[in-house]
């Protein structure tokens, strides 16, 4: 028997996959649908008596609010993280909208913090504070600090939050030289 110029390889292309979720977001959502139905029933049986603008003021209000209600908290339902031989990526939401890829080769370093919370980063949702950096936080808890090259930071709700850290420092190659 010969040996194949090619052996087959066994491909694991994530080297670490997580997940933080929101479920309060699905209630909000619930909020904008209520909102998004109440400006369709207006436009569909109004007896208003002060005018079509008005009305139509009140329609358009009422659906735009209720879409962007439940867009902006569906996008934010979820956070997942994937890390792979090259990249991390952050994709939020059913959609995977925001998303970010960060080559591992722009990464200095990955902390644990044990304490994200939404009022640190001024609420839920992709974030950002120039003192602090950028973030994704989808739920008070865990997270990921990621310590860029460039000097910035990135954090990131997700479960076991340990795990990825030690996956991603296990991951990084040495970085550029000043």
């Known amino acids: 028997m010969r040996d194949h110029p090619h052996p087959a390889k066994t491909q694991h292309p994530d080297l670490w996959t997580g997940r933080a979720t929101n479920r309060v977001q699905w209630l909000l959502a619930l909020g904008g649908a209520a909102c998004l139905a109440l400006g369709i029933e207006l436009a569909v049986d109004s007896a208003w008596k002060s005018g079509v603008a008005p009305l139509a003021m009140a329609v358009v209000g009422c659906i735009a609010a209720g879409l962007l209600v439940i867009f902006g908290t569906l996008a934010f339902v979820h956070v997942d993280l994937k890390l792979d031989k090259e990249s991390l990526e952050v994709r939020c939401g059913h959609i995977g909208v ?81």
């Open 98 to 178: 925001p998303r970010r890829r960060i080559p591992l080769s722009h990464v200095a370093g990955a902390e644990f913090d044990a304490h994200v919370t939404p009022r640190q980063w001024g609420g839920w949702g992709y974030r950002w504070r120039p003192e602090k950096g950028t973030a994704v936080v989808v739920r008070r808890g865990e997270g990921v600090v990621l310590r860029l090259w460039d000097g910035h930071t990135f954090t990131i709700t997700v479960d076991n939050a340990e795990a990825a850290v030690r996956a991603i420092k296990d991951s990084l190659r040495p970085g550029p030289t000043h």
